[in-house]
């Protein structure tokens, strides 16, 4: 049974930082393209960042450019978000997804294209 699951949300003060996993079972992990979307209350669903399945290749949204990093771990079917200077506008439910191999990171976090979600996890930065 294919699942994602994400952990490591919580609450955290404005200037912390948070790193979210995401852990995949029940399928070819590498073979297939990651992503980190958010969704906060009353606002659409945003592509934070995706990586390709090699590692090679990622995307960012221009609102995390330079303050969250996206990296794999194949061996361990996981993949990291390390969020560092987390401002109040960055709570939301952070969702992990995947998309075939074929899917570029730009279609994936750009367009939403994706073949399977997790459930989520909540990140709240507040003082």
């Known amino acids: 049974q294919l699942q994602l699951v994400e952990s490591g949300g919580g609450l955290v003060q404005p200037g912390g930082s948070l790193r979210l996993s995401c852990t995949a079972s029940?399928?070819?992990?590498?073979?297939?393209?990651i992503g980190w979307f958010r969704q906060a209350p009353g606002k659409e669903r945003e592509g934070v960042s995706c990586?390709?399945?090699?590692?090679?290749?990622?995307n960012y949204a221009d609102s995390v450019k330079g303050r969250f990093t996206i990296s794999r771990d194949n061996a361990k079917n996981t993949v990291y978000l390390q969020m560092n200077s987390l401002k109040p506008e960055d709570t939301a439910v952070y969702y992990c997804?995947?998309?075939?191999?074929?899917?570029?990171?730009?279609?994936?976090?750009?367009?939403?294209?994706?073949?399977?979600w997790g459930q989520g996890t909540q990140v709240t930065v507040s003082s």
């Open positions: 997804a995947a998309a075939v191999v074929l899917t570029t990171v730009q279609a994936m976090c750009v367009l939403g294209k994706s073949n399977y």
């Open positions: 029940g399928f070819k992990f590498d073979y297939f393209t």
């Open positions: 990586i390709s399945h090699t590692g090679g290749s990622t």
